[in-house]
Structures are given as C-alpha cells and as structure tokens.
C-alpha cells in the first residue's frame, strides 16, 4: 500500500467531489491535512465506470508549503500525469472559492501554475511554456519536433505531458480509437503519449478530437489543446491566440511569453463518499 487511507476509510467512506472541464471528468479528492489515499490500485477501481465512480483523472489535493496546494493526477489505467489542464481548472475553481481571492498558485508535476478567475463562470490557467525539445516532450531520441517520423507527420509538443498532434482536413473522418491506440504506444514515446487531432477552420479556430494516454477517447484535454494549439501556431497555419473546439465544447489558449494561458468552464457535479469496502476491495 503507497498510502496510509486508514484515517478515510471509517464507516463514513471516503468523501470525493466529482467535476468536469468541458465534460473532462475527474474525481477529485482532498488529501489536505491527512495522509494521501491514492494507490494506482485504488486509481483504478475508483476510475472503473460500472463498479467505482468513474472518471477520465483523478485529482488528488496535497498540503504544500510555497502554494495555495499541491495537486496529483491520475489515470483511470493507475499511471500518472504530470499535467491535467482540465482538473487544474476544476480544483483551482475550488481552491479559489475557499480564498476568497483572484488568483493563486498551484504545484503539479508540471511545476507551479497560476490560476485565476477570469469572469463569466471561467477559470484561466497558466499551463507554462511548451516543451519544444526531444528529451523534455519526451521523444526516444534526438530529432525535431516537427514532422516526427510517423505517418501523417504529426508534430509533437509537451506540456509537462507528451502530447503528438495530426494536423488533418477533416478531423471527423479519423477513426481515433485505432490511430489514438497505435501512436500512445508507439516506440517514439518513451512514456507514452496523448494523440490529438487537429483540423485548423480559421487563423483564429481550431477544431480538436484527442485520444488520452491511458487509453481513452476524451470529451476534451486541456493540456492537449495547449500542445495543438502550439503545433498550428508553429507551423503557421493559427495565430498564437485560438480557439479550441472540442467534443465537450470551447477553450480559449492565449500562448504568450510567459506560458500558454488557457481559459474554460469548471463544474462540479456531486459530492460522494466511497463505501468502504471499495476501499478495502483496492487494498487501501
Ligand atoms: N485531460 C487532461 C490530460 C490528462 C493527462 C493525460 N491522460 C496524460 O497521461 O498525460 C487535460 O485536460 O490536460
């Protein structure tokens, strides 16, 4: 056992909120002030859609000393992700309310991010700067980003996470589940790798599908839009300035000096408490 859950796991069960970004959905749990709960074990039952909750990541909020909170991402395969753009928004949406305040930082494995209330029902999140070198994205070995030595010239981008995006005329005429599956385990990626699918409608407007290491077709990715909206700009074809059309809906990234900015709604859904014995049944 990674964590000791023995504190969560009373009568009571282990209280969760579930929230989306775009239809993004994530549990997320608050580890603050208690010993962390998460194993990849219980990552797993958690994110099974028929016997736990269900969800596309896990958020896990952690006491941190330089920032509002820590926050760790999971998979619903039990493997980690060093960024979630989504689940960032989702619980900065939290973490904000509880301050009362604007803005606050952050710490993920992505480093540390700010987030801020940008209005309207919005959360805008300071994703940091693209990843443009083969062993920060990371590639196997020494090459450029862009076109990658896989068919379809896909460009690659990482955003604290690998991300291999194809630029296509007509992103629904992609069969995603077959290409999203061949390309996260292709031996390019040595830790895997989100697949976007990226048709550019306009200089301004994007439209995007991804496939989501861990082996899942998403509604939206917010680290993904960044990375897609890097490789269009890169190559020319969109401003640095975008929309991002997802199956879930709109994000807006902004990629300026200082990191890609994205903005998007956060909702949250329910409050939950898992029954013990989902716990014990993950060895937690
Ligand atoms: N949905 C996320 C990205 C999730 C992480 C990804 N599956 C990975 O393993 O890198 C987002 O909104 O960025």
Do not use: Y
Not at 17 to 32: E, I, Q
Request: charged fraction near 25%; hydrophobic fraction near 45%; glycine fraction near 14%.
């Amino acid at each position: 056992m990674d964590g000791d859950s023995s504190r969560l796991a009373g009568p009571e069960g282990l209280r969760f909120l579930k929230m989306h970004g775009l239809g993004n959905d994530f549990v997320v749990v608050d580890a603050r002030g208690r010993p962390d709960p998460v194993t990849p074990a219980l990552a797993r039952a958690l994110g099974d859609r028929h016997r736990g909750v269900g969800f596309d990541q896990l958020a896990v909020i952690r006491d941190d000393a330089g920032t509002a909170a820590a926050v760790d991402f999971w998979n619903s395969d039990g493997s980690r992700a060093a960024a979630c753009g989504n689940a960032t928004r989702c619980v900065g949406r939290l973490l904000l309310a509880e301050s009362g305040a604007a803005g606050l930082d952050v710490r993920t494995g992505r480093g540390i991010l700010r987030v801020e209330d940008a209005g309207n029902g919005l959360i805008r999140v300071n994703m940091g700067p693209p990843e443009l070198s083969w062993d920060r994205v990371p590639l196997a070995r020494e090459m450029a980003l862009d076109p990658l030595p896989i068919a379809g010239g896909p460009g690659a981008a990482g955003m604290g996470n690998p991300h291999c995006v194809f630029v296509v005329p007509d992103v629904n005429a992609v069969d995603i589940c077959v290409r999203g599956a061949a390309v996260e385990h292709d031996p390019l990626f040595p830790e895997r790798t989100n697949v976007e699918f990226v048709q550019v409608l306009d200089r301004r407007t994007i439209r995007m599908r991804v496939w989501e290491r861990g082996g899942m077709v998403t509604f939206a990715c917010g680290s993904g839009a960044c990375a897609a909206a890097v490789v269009t700009a890169r190559r020319g074809l969109t401003e640095r300035n975008v929309t991002v059309k997802l199956d879930g809906g709109d994000l807006g990234i902004d990629w300026r000096e200082d990191g890609v900015w994205m903005t998007g709604p956060a909702t949250l859904v329910f409050e939950g408490r898992l029954a013990p014995e989902i716990l014990a049944g993950a060895g937690a």
